[in-house]
């Protein structure tokens, strides 16, 4: 049973269209990321947050955006989709001790026509 | 770029034998993680060993690491067809540790094939 709530599942999008794939986690995690990660690929971090209002860029450069107003939500927004943003975009939490490993959401299949 | 790199790329067994899986990762670390992926779907945390720790059984999970070697290998035993999926090692560098950063570096995978 997730804990961390990834909508929509799938989205089939136009390309210039603004898009925004929400994530938001129910255990009070401090630590939040974005992945990006094409079929069976490897996971690259375009973002990511130790707590509200800190949000850091990851290892890949990303025309993508986020936000954590709250600890709960960490959405990501694309200002203007295109078709090389076409890929799968992976959400997970952490309490970031280091005891315990990250929990992922089922991500979001994004389509850009 | 990823620190982790698992071997092989791709493994096809039979229902009942025996699946092997190895990382290999470059920099000192604080702890090493592997994780399943089903196809289209999140990753799952599988196991969590530290760096001062050789071994560790999670049911039909057994992880060693090395540190020596900077390895580590994940072995599924009596494999059934569910354990179909990609398997991703995680390394926790000890590069990123401090001030409250936690960033797990994750290898390109293992896809396993369990055919019944």
């Known amino acids: 049973e997730a804990d961390i709530y990834q909508t929509p599942r799938y989205l089939v999008i136009g390309t210039g269209k603004k898009i925004t794939l929400e994530c938001s986690q129910t255990m009070g995690h401090d630590k939040m990321y974005w992945y990006q990660q094409d079929p069976g690929m490897e996971l690259h971090l375009i973002h990511y947050s130790y707590g509200v209002n800190s949000t850091e860029k990851g290892d890949l450069s990303s025309e993508s955006t986020v936000s954590r107003i709250r600890t709960e939500h960490f959405p990501l927004t694309l200002e203007s989709a295109r078709p090389s943003h076409t890929s799968q975009y992976l959400c997970a939490s952490s309490e970031g001790t280091g005891v315990h490993g990250y929990t992922f959401g089922s991500g979001t299949r994004l389509t850009v026509v | 770029s990823q620190q982790g790199e698992e071997d092989p790329q791709a493994l096809s067994i039979q229902e009942g034998e025996n699946a092997t899986m190895n990382c290999s990762y470059k920099?000192?670390?604080?702890?090493l993680q592997w994780y399943r992926q089903n196809s289209g779907r999140g990753l799952v945390h599988l196991i969590l060993i530290r760096s001062n720790e050789r071994e560790k059984h999670s049911g039909r999970l057994r992880v060693t690491l090395d540190t020596s070697k900077k390895s580590s290998s994940l072995l599924i035993t009596a494999s059934r067809a569910a354990d179909t999926a990609s398997y991703f090692c995680a390394t926790d560098p000890q590069a990123y540790s401090g001030a409250g950063s936690y960033q797990l570096t994750f290898g390109k995978g293992t896809k396993l094939s369990v055919i019944p």
């Open positions: 920099t000192s670390i604080n702890n």
